[in-house]
């Protein structure tokens, strides 16, 4: 029997409640964009995101485009997964829910490896958190968002034990597949913004 | 049959998530070709317009937000255009005053 909670709404107040902690979620990456944007450019020494020339001397940039364009594809790859898994989950569909939602965990892991490449190699360079505002601004935020996407590796691993100790799928299994989708595809379009402002953008 | 379930209750099918994964793969190719192309002053609109377009699909799309209530949709726009205009408050202002950053 399902156990639906509406509210007075008409919405799922389980689904609502995910939607309102979205929106919130939206002001802090909004406050961690907007303070890189403005210490982006606040680098008095080397190591510089992108390539430059200074008093005569050519510094290699830190930022590898290339490399993030691929672990961003694995992010848009890992959303198209987690959508899939959703599908299998609202059609009953257990054993294409739980394919989708371990490539979904893959992906996900995929991508935090990249930003751990990332952030050693920044870190080799001599770019800490406390070298300058660019640094710390930019540790800030990407670290930020990559907690969220741990966050959400480990539910989406909770959920696929979950779905491994029953033969069927739970009557709020969908729903659960459902809101943590949600949270992953949030993750997903917060990265969509970042990897323009901070990788694409010309400095 | 299982495609015609999901299409009865406003979602999509498979082959359409599958479009939509193509359709932002491609879009990020073209953001990355432009970012390497001297486009000028048009860079930064193309990449903001392309960046916003990739964000409206997976929202309406795969958040399924095209298909919820609109109430759903109105939080969510409402926190969104909130955290854009402090964004570009907080970007104004230090632009107006660059100082205030060094302090």
């Given amino acids: 029997m399902s156990q639906e909670a509406h509210s007075v709404t008409g919405i799922d107040s389980r689904k609502l409640l995910m939607w309102i902690f979205l929106a919130s979620d939206c002001l802090f990456f909004g406050a961690l964009i907007s303070t890189y944007l403005i210490f982006?450019?606040?680098i008095p020494n080397p190591p510089y995101p992108t390539d430059r020339i200074?008093?005569?001397?050519?510094?290699?940039?830190?930022?590898?485009?290339?490399?993030?364009?691929?672990?961003?594809?694995?992010?848009l790859?890992?959303?198209?997964?987690m959508v899939l898994a959703v599908y299998g989950?609202?059609?009953?569909?257990?054993?294409?829910?739980?394919?989708?939602?371990?490539?979904?965990?893959?992906?996900?892991?995929?991508f935090l490896l990249f930003q751990v490449y990332e952030f050693r190699h920044f870190l080799h360079e001599g770019?800490?958190?406390?070298?300058?505002?660019f640094g710390a601004s930019f540790y800030l935020m990407t670290g930020f968002h990559g907690v969220h996407v741990g966050i959400g590796v480990i539910i989406l691993i909770s959920l696929l034990f979950g779905s491994f100790r029953r033969n069927s799928l739970g009557s709020d299994t969908g729903f659960h597949i459902e809101t943590a989708g949600l949270y992953w595809h949030f993750v997903d379009i917060v990265w969509i913004v970042i990897f323009t402002l901070v990788y694409l953008m010309p400095y | 049959m299982k495609n015609t379930h999901a299409a009865n209750?406003?979602?999509?099918?498979?082959?359409?998530?599958?479009?939509?994964g193509a359709l932002l793969t491609i879009i990020t190719v073209a953001e990355l070709i432009a970012s390497y192309i001297n486009l000028g002053f048009l860079l930064v609109p193309l990449l903001l317009i392309l960046s916003a377009v990739k964000f409206v699909i997976v929202v309406a799309y795969f958040m399924h937000l095209k298909f919820e209530d609109l109430l759903i949709s109105k939080i969510f726009a409402f926190a969104f255009v909130l955290a854009l205009c402090i964004l570009l408050a907080l970007v104004s202002l230090f632009i107006y005053d660059p100082s205030i950053a060094n302090r």
């Fill in chain 1, 40 to 42: 982006k450019d606040n």
């Fill in chain 1, 54 to 75: 200074v008093n005569g001397e050519f510094f290699h940039g830190l930022l590898n485009i290339p490399l993030t364009s691929v672990s961003t594809f694995v992010l």
């Fill in chain 1, 77 to 81: 790859m890992s959303s198209v997964a």
């Fill in chain 1, 89 to 110: 989950a609202q059609n009953n569909n257990l054993k294409m829910m739980k394919g989708w939602l371990l490539s979904t965990i893959v992906l996900g892991i995929a």
């Fill in chain 1, 127 to 133: 770019l800490g958190l406390s070298t300058n505002q």
């Fill in chain 2, 9 to 20: 209750n406003n979602h999509l099918t498979i082959r359409q998530y599958l479009k939509i």
